[in-house]
């Protein structure tokens, strides 16, 4: 399995970004896809997930309101629409996939496929 996730940058306190998950090699019934975040010296923080079918969806409490989690299952796309962005969403964001489909999803260790990670910068 390989997830290459795209669509980071640097963005203003306010404006809102959209990064997406491309996966490839995906052979597996059912999944969970994740979007977790690693700031600077600081652990690992479980941002969405949403289920293989799309119908749930999982937040982390930081983000939710703001943040929205969807999959394209015909175009093997998992994104992440980020609204109302605060300096304290700066981070690295990670997609990944958990084979288990675990719920409640929030358990970063539950993932065992990770991308390399998009740096997502909010400025105030």
């Known amino acids: 399995v390989q997830l290459v996730e795209s669509g980071g940058g640097l963005a203003q306190a306010g404006d809102s970004l959209r990064i997406s998950c491309a996966a490839s090699?995906?052979?597996?019934?059912?999944?969970?896809m994740g979007w977790i975040r690693q700031a600077p010296g600081k652990e690992r923080e479980f941002v969405a997930a949403v289920s293989w079918t799309g119908d749930i969806t999982e937040y982390g409490d930081s983000v939710k309101g703001r943040f929205f989690i969807s999959i394209d299952n015909a175009k093997n796309t998992v994104y992440l629409r980020m609204n109302s962005l605060k300096p304290e969403d700066t981070a690295v964001y990670y997609c990944?996939?958990?084979?288990?489909?675990?719920?409640?999803?929030?358990?970063?260790?539950?993932?065992?496929?990770w991308g390399q990670g998009t740096q997502v910068t909010v400025s105030s």
């Open positions: 990944a996939a958990d084979f288990a489909a675990r719920l409640p999803a929030e358990n970063t260790e539950g993932y065992s496929a």
């Open positions: 090699g995906l052979s597996f019934s059912r999944y969970n």
